[in-house]
Structure formats: structure tokens, C-alpha cells
């Protein structure tokens, strides 16, 4: 079974650029969720899907930053314009509704760097 | 709000040492669930265990252990007799909600020398 798969795995842009990170989930998997790791930070909880619903987007740091689940397969990410502070890792996670161990599956990431 | 400290940034042991990860959390949540993951160098992160908040058994995998305590807010990962494929960053994380919207530790990188 394939797992969660993230593309780009590295992008480097100039500061005002956009940029959109894909992320696949594991197929069946109805929860989708982004997470990031800034330089020197904790991974942070950025938003989570059900289906093509956003159950909850607290995390997203502000409007610069668009997710999309159309169709409620794969989900894109993207960040316009971006910023120097946006650096970082973007990890992606998918699991089942109801998961019997509770866990995230998480894709490899996303690095972005921000020039 | 939920936090959870690493307060170990960096261990370095001599493979076959036993050595400990701490993990301390904070909730006002009567009920949570609390996990490990690895992060190899390749980049995932790799689910290892999860605790229910409800039961503070701890628990033996192989060369992996944790031990739970709620008096002290605290889920401990011990990896005894340790190899160099145990090399990576080894992340606790807290959930209120089954399975969903973690909050991270910042992390411990665990080097195993030769």
C-alpha cells in the first residue's frame, strides 16, 4: 500500500513567489491534514479535511496560505505570496475515520525555502 | 491549550546503551492520547505508539519501552541496548481529539555512534 506521498520534496523561490505543495493520502483515507516545521520550531498543526470539508483551519497562519481537497482525494497547499518566515517543512498526514490506533500516517514532507 | 516539552534538544550514545527520550505535557483534558514518532533521516515521521490517557499500563516493544505516568504529566521513551539505525529525531506529541490536530514536542535528536 502506497503511503502518504508530498510533492515538491524541496522548492526554493524568491520572496513573492507562489508556490503549491501537493499532497496524495492514502487511498481510502478521509482525513487530511498539513502540518509545518519553521526553522528551529515545533511541527505545527496547520488545518485539517474531512472528505473535501475543512473540519478545522485554526492553524493556518494567515491569508497568504490556500488548501484545497477537491473531490476530496489529494489536497494542494499554496502559499501567495510567499514570505522568508514561510521556510520550513510541510508535512502532510492522512487517517482512516476511525483509525484503531489513533495514528497519523505522514508523508516525507515538503521543504520549502524562501530566498 | 496543550504544550508538550522536550527538554533533551540532543542525546549521544554508544550503540548498546540504553537511553531514555523525556516527554513531558501539559492539558487541562481529562482525556488524551499521547504518541512517539520517528523521524529518520529520509524525512517521515513513523507512528511508534500511542497512550490513551486512560491507561497509564506501559508497555514493552522489542528494544522499546514507555512508561506513562500522569502524576508527573510525563510519557518517557526508553530504547534499550541501542543500534545506529535508532539514529533520528524522535517527536512526542499530545491529541485531545482521537487521532486528530496534534500538538508536537520540538523534538529530540538521538545520534548512536558506532
Known amino acids: 500500500e502506497a503511503g502518504v506521498t508530498q510533492f515538491p520534496s524541496h522548492s526554493v523561490i524568491e520572496k513573492g513567489q507562489t508556490v503549491t505543495l501537493r499532497c496524495d493520502p492514502i487511498?481510502?483515507?478521509?482525513?487530511l491534514y498539513w502540518y509545518r516545521r519553521v526553522m528551529g520550531k515545533e511541527i505545527k498543526f496547520l488545518l485539517h479535511?474531512?472528505?473535501?470539508?475543512?473540519?478545522?483551519e485554526s492553524g493556518m497562519p494567515n491569508n497568504r496560505f490556500l488548501a484545497e481537497r477537491t473531490g476530496g482525494t489529494y489536497s494542494t497547499l499554496k502559499v501567495q505570496p510567499a514570505e522568508l518566515e514561510d521556510s520550513g517543512v510541510y508535512f502532510c498526514?492522512?487517517?482512516?475515520?476511525?483509525?484503531?490506533?489513533?495514528?497519523?500516517?505522514f508523508g516525507e514532507g515538503s521543504r520549502l525555502t524562501v530566498l | 491549550a496543550q504544550k508538550v516539552t522536550q527538554a533533551q534538544t540532543e542525546i549521544s550514545v554508544v550503540e548498546k546503551e540504553d537511553v531514555t527520550l523525556d516527554c513531558v505535557y501539559e492539558?487541562?483534558?481529562?482525556?488524551?492520547?499521547l504518541f512517539w514518532y520517528k523521524q529518520p533521516p529520509s524525512g517521515e515521521l513513523v507512528f511508534l505508539i500511542r497512550r490513551n490517557s486512560f491507561d497509564e499500563q506501559n508497555e514493552i516493544s522489542g528494544r522499546y519501552s514507555w512508561n506513562f505516568q500522569k502524576s508527573t504529566s510525563s510519557f518517557n521513551f526508553t530504547i534499550t541496548a541501542s543500534q545506529v539505525v535508532d539514529s533520528a529525531v524522535y517527536f512526542c506529541a499530545l491529541s485531545v481529539r482521537y487521532g486528530q490536530n496534534f500538538v508536537f514536542g520540538p523534538g529530540t535528536r538521538l545520534s548512536v555512534l558506532p
Open positions: 492539558t487541562r483534558d481529562t482525556t488524551y492520547y
Open positions: 479535511f474531512v472528505k473535501e470539508s475543512k473540519q478545522d
Open positions: 498526514a492522512s487517517s482512516q475515520e476511525v483509525s484503531r490506533r489513533g495514528e497519523l500516517f
Open positions: 487511498s481510502g483515507h478521509d482525513n
